[in-house]
């Protein structure tokens, strides 16, 4: 999907450091998605993103377990959902459009959106139970999803995040350039 959207992409595993990142000097940051627990994954993570957006104003776009990552670095805690979210046709809506996406889901931990205490926006909400499906770091470029907008059980309503991504990443090279 990013491919797709005009990114070039070199993947890093979940462990690398900051430099490590930042030595590839990219032009965006994509946080994947991934299985399990966001406190095990933080534990090294974590550190490592907050890094990342002290360092470096670069685009950053997260999915599911990197959406609870994204959230962790401001400061915002995840929880355990009674029911977690599976399968496709799950509706979503976007609280900046107004519109209703069908999504694909798989996760069992959220985003407490009352943890975001200012410093983020939640920007989707899931309407069968509430939860935060999406935030958007204040005074960053940054934002996130909970749902899978790479998974289209059948309709594309999140693609658009793709192209959203690409576009911010444009605009940031852009004014890098004119500087």
Known sequence: C????????????????????????PDGLFL?????DPAATGRYAVPVLRQIMD?????????CLGHQLLGNAIGASTVK??????GGNHPV???????????????NFAVDPDSLSGRAEMTHVNLNDGVCEGL???GEQAFSVQHHPEANPGPHDSNYLF?????????????????
Request: charged share 20%; hydrophobic share 40%; aromatic share 4%.
């Open 2 to 25: 990013l491919a797709s959207a005009g990114c070039d992409v070199t993947v890093l595993p979940a462990t690398a450091t900051a430099d490590d990142v930042l030595d590839q000097a």
């Open 32 to 36: 994947s998605n991934g299985p399990g």
């Open 55 to 63: 360092r470096s104003d670069m685009p950053i776009f997260g999915i």
């Open 81 to 86: 959902l009674p029911f977690g979210h599976h």
């Open 93 to 107: 809506k976007n609280l900046l459009t107004e519109r209703v996406e069908i999504t694909s889901q798989n996760h």
């Open 136 to 138: 958007q770091v204040n």
């Open 163 to 179: 192209r959203q991504f690409a576009t911010m990443i444009e605009k940031a090279t852009a004014k890098k350039m004119s500087i």
